[in-house]
Nanobody, 119 residues
Framework: VQLVESGGGSVQTGGSLRLSCATS????????LGWIRQVPGKEREGVAA????????YYSNSVKGRFIISQDTAKSTLDLQMNSLKPEDSATYYC????WGLGPETYKIWGQGTQVTVS
């Protein structure tokens, strides 16, 4: 399984970005998929997760109400819609699968990351 993120970039405070992750997952597979971010010198933070094929989603308190995670099983993509962005959302965002919830250390497969900068 390969994960390839896209959609990062620079945006002003209050703006929006949409991240996408091409997962090459079998549409019938059942995994927990997540978005995890990291700022240099700080611990990784799980910000959103979704159970493949289900409606359960999970968000960290820092992004709840602003970010939306979604999965398109037909296209094998995992998306993260980020609204009302703040400078503290600046980080490298990683797509990851085969883990559990918002715990970054539980995920086994990771993408290469995409940079988000909010100024």
């Amino acid at each position: 399984v390969q994960l390839v993120e896209s959609g990062g970039g620079s945006v002003q405070t209050g703006g929006s970005l949409r991240l996408s992750c091409a997962t090459s997952l079998n549409p019938d597979s059942r995994y927990c998929l997540g978005w995890i971010r990291q700022v240099p010198g700080k611990e990784r933070e799980g910000v959103a997760a979704i159970i493949s094929g289900a409606t359960s989603t999970y968000y960290s308190n820092s992004v709840k109400g602003r970010f939306i995670i979604s999965q398109d099983t037909a296209k094998s993509t995992l998306d993260l819609q980020m609204n009302s962005l703040k400078p503290e959302d600046s980080a490298t965002y990683y797509c990851a699968i085969d883990g559990w919830g918002l715990g970054p250390e539980t995920y086994k497969i990771w993408g290469q990351g995409t940079q988000v900068t909010v100024s």
